[in-house]
Nanobody, 125 residues
Framework: VQLAESGGGLVQAGGSLRLSCAAS????????MGWFRQAPGKEREFVAA????????YYADSVKGRVTISRVNAKNTVYLQMNSLKPEDTAVYYC???????????????????WGQGTQVTVFS
C-alpha cells in the first residue's frame, strides 16, 4: 500500500485545516490508520488513529477536542480535521498504515509499517 498526504499549508492560529491521506494499492491488510507529526528538532509524535473497518478512534491528549480523524473507505482515504490550531501544532504530518488496531497501542509508531511522505503544517500567530 502507498500513502499520499495532502492538505497541509500555512494557517493563522485559531484556524482550521483538513489533511487527507489517500491509500493506493492493496489495502486488505490495513487494519489501522494513524496520523503522526514531527516538529523540527523533536521526535515523531502520535496524533490520532482510526480502525480501518470499524471507525474506532483514538487521540493524543494534546489534540483531543480539536482534532477529528475519519475515513471514507470507498475512497481509501483518511482525513484529519484540525481546528483551533496553535503555533505548537506546526510540524510535518505523516499518515501511516498498520495491520492491527489496538487503541492502547495506537501511539506506537512501530506498529505501522507503511508511511507517507508527509505534509507540512505551519501555524503562525
Amino acid at each position: 500500500v502507498q500513502l499520499a498526504e495532502s492538505g497541509g499549508g500555512l494557517v493563522q492560529a485559531g484556524g482550521s485545516l483538513r489533511l487527507s491521506c489517500a491509500a493506493s494499492g492493496p489495502t486488505l491488510s490495513v487494519s489501522a490508520m494513524g496520523w503522526f507529526r514531527q516538529a523540527p528538532g523533536k521526535e515523531r509524535e502520535f496524533v490520532a488513529a482510526i480502525s480501518w473497518s470499524g471507525g474506532r478512534t483514538y487521540y493524543a491528549d494534546s489534540v483531543k477536542g480539536r482534532v477529528t480523524i475519519s475515513r471514507v473507505n470507498a475512497k481509501n482515504t483518511v482525513y484529519l480535521q484540525m481546528n483551533s490550531l496553535k503555533p505548537e501544532d506546526t510540524a510535518v504530518y505523516y499518515c501511516a498504515a498498520g495491520r492491527s488496531f489496538d487503541p492502547r497501542l495506537s501511539g506506537d509508531a512501530a506498529r505501522y509499517d507503511k508511511w507517507g511522505q508527509g505534509t507540512q503544517v505551519t501555524v503562525f500567530s
